[in-house]
């Protein structure tokens, strides 16, 4: 089974895959997280993606496609695969077309206030790297590690309604495109009572 999660920034998808992932025995593929190793081991793509990552931009469509491509022809994704803030494009839709049929994709749908202070109010560990929300833990220091807990520099009101903007004209035509394989889940709730419809979703489909 090969699914692909779409949703607005900050609507949940990384958790979510991660859930659909460990529970379907699917592979767990996060074009950011891709991304983020790149810039990490100073790759070439990773020098490329940071410029516009920094910005709230999107990476080119050659580039994305390349790498995700790449990902995708190794043996593991055999088993199936969910993937996270992929395809973000049109054009990133028809090239994922020809490489691989993919059988549902599910929607989170989050409104963009809601998106905001997510931003918003997102702490991370400066050591561990856990994730916290203002919302649900309003500390300065980590529960796992007792570090400092920082704001990362694009966690800012500017940054957050950029990516919304470039999310709308952008990604959220891919509804459309998928249409008749889409299924809706409303991703203001816990990350488990988002779950409970997709995993019967999911059965159903499996
Ligand atoms: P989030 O911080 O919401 O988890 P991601 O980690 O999915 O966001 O992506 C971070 C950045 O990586 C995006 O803002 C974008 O610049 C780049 N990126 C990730 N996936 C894609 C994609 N499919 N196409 C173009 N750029 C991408
Ligand atoms: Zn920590």
């Given at each position: 089974m090969n699914l692909i999660l779409l949703g607005a920034p900050f609507s949940g998808k990384g958790t979510l895959a991660r859930q659909i992932a460990k529970d379907f025995g699917l592979v767990h593929?996060?074009?950011?997280?891709?991304?983020?190793?790149?810039?990490?081991?100073?790759?070439?793509?990773?020098?490329?993606?940071?410029?516009?990552?920094?910005k709230g931009q999107l990476v080119p469509d050659s580039v994305t496609i390349a790498m995700l491509k790449e990902r995708i022809s190794q043996k593991d994704c055999k088993k199936g695969f969910v993937l996270d803030g992929f395809p973000r494009t049109i054009?990133?839709?028809?090239?994922?077309?020809?490489?691989?049929?993919?059988?549902?994709?599910?929607?989170?749908?989050?409104?963009?206030?809601?998106?905001?202070?997510?931003c918003l109010g997102r702490r991370v560990c400066?050591?561990?790297?856990?994730?916290?929300?203002?919302?649900?833990?309003?500390?300065?220091?980590?529960?796992?590690?007792?570090?400092?807990?920082f704001q990362r520099d694009d966690d800012n009101l500017e940054t957050v309604n950029h990516r919304l903007e470039?999310?709308?004209?952008?990604?959220?035509?891919?509804?459309?495109?998928?249409?008749?394989?889409?299924?809706?889940?409303?991703?203001?709730?816990?990350?488990?009572?988002?779950?409970?419809?997709?995993?019967?979703?999911?059965?159903?489909?499996?």
């Open positions: 593929i996060s074009t950011g997280d891709l991304f983020r190793e790149n810039i990490k081991d100073g790759t070439e793509v990773g020098n490329l993606a940071k410029s516009y990552m920094d054009e990133q839709a028809k090239a994922l077309e020809k490489i691989a049929k993919i059988d549902a994709v599910i929607e989170l749908d989050v409104s963009f206030d809601e998106v905001r202070r997510r400066s050591k561990c790297g856990e994730i916290y929300n203002t919302s649900t833990y309003n500390k300065t220091t980590c529960k796992a590690c007792g570090s400092p807990l470039v999310y709308e004209k952008q990604t959220s035509p891919l509804i459309n495109f998928y249409a008749d394989r889409l299924f809706v889940v409303k991703g203001e709730n816990s990350p488990q009572e988002t779950y409970k419809p997709v995993k019967n979703f999911l059965k159903r489909s499996d």
